[in-house]
């Protein structure tokens, strides 16, 4: 299959930005609420200054968001969450675990035909009509 023009000029470019800058700038953008404020609403302890370093976050990376950040209130969601230390087995910490799990459970009850539901015709699964 051959990639159309447009979308390889984007690609010479583009190569190699920083998504880590274009996802902050993303959650400003679309004004998504600071780290700080999804901490509450995962049910983790708020942050209240520098000196109270939460035990999701390693020294090193607290110290690093002090010196970008004027006060723990104005954490990006994308900066705080992705220095956060990962769950136990889990590729990310307690927040974008949180934030994934709560996305996942809107999906799943929003889906009549999960395989998990009884759909109005009585089927546990997604089953195709059996010619007769």
């Not at 200054?49 to 950040?69: A, D």
Request: hydrophobic share 35%.
């Amino acid at each position: 299959m051959r990639k159309s023009a447009h979308v390889n000029i984007w690609m010479l470019h583009n190569f190699g930005q920083d998504l880590f800058a274009i996802n902050l700038q993303r959650g400003r953008e679309h004004g998504i609420p600071t780290y700080n404020e999804f901490r509450k609403v995962c049910g983790l302890r708020s942050l209240s200054s520098w000196s109270n370093r939460p035990k999701e976050h390693e020294s090193e990376y607290w110290e690093q968001l002090e010196k970008v950040y004027e006060s723990v209130f104005d954490i990006d969601l994308y900066a705080g969450a992705i220095a956060e230390t990962g769950v136990r087995g889990g590729a990310v910490g307690p927040t974008f675990a949180c934030l994934i799990s709560e996305q996942f459970d809107r999906l799943k009850r929003g889906d009549r035909f999960f395989y998990t539901h009884t759909n109005a015709n009585g089927h546990g699964e997604f089953q195709l009509p059996i010619p007769q």
